[in-house]
């Protein structure tokens, strides 16, 4: 199996020049942790999660920019890599959610824990007993 067969294809995602307070609502309201962040022709420049959003509450969320708080050095995974490789990644850094990109850092999609967990439950009701 690999990345591209249990991806996210429609990631929700952020632009650097959205706030912190906007990114947090979104977060509550969708009930999501980790939001990959890109520019203008969808390439990757960072991921928000919500441990850098509690990192920066003491400061004014309504004027702190994504880009302020986004991790800008991010490990992606490539859809064509062995879903084992990138699960290994996750559990090795204890990542909840990885960035799936192609070479020239489009986002493609998001491998997130919650994902892992559909699959394994459609793997496990579609097994004959």
């Known amino acids: 199996m690999l990345v ?4 996210n294809l429609n990631p929700y995602l952020l632009h650097e ?5 906007y990114a947090s609502k979104f977060m509550k309201e969708e009930r999501i942790r ?5 520019d203008k022709e969808n390439k990757l420049i960072g991921l928000l999660t919500l ?3 509690i990192e920066t509450i003491y400061k004014n969320p309504d004027k702190i920019l994504v880009k302020d708080s ?7 995974v490539d859809p064509d890599m062995p879903l084992k490789n990138a699960i290994n990644v996750m559990i090795e850094n204890k990542y909840g959610a990885l960035p799936v990109i192609r070479k020239d850092k489009t986002l493609v999609g998001m491998i997130t824990e ?3 967990l559909k699959t394994l439950y459609k793997l496990e009701t579609t097994q004959k007993i």
């Not at 591209?4 to 991806?7: Q, R």
């Not at 020049?17 to 307070?21: G, R």
């Not at 980790?34 to 890109?38: A, Q």
Request: zero cysteines; glycine letters at 0%; proline letters at 4%.
């Open 17 to 21: 020049e959205d706030t912190i307070l």
């Open 51 to 53: 441990r850098e959003i």
């Open 114 to 116: 919650q994902y892992l």
């Open 70 to 76: 986004m991790i800008k050095i991010v490990e992606t």
């Open 34 to 38: 980790n939001l990959p962040v890109v």
């Open 4 to 7: 591209k067969d249990v991806m």
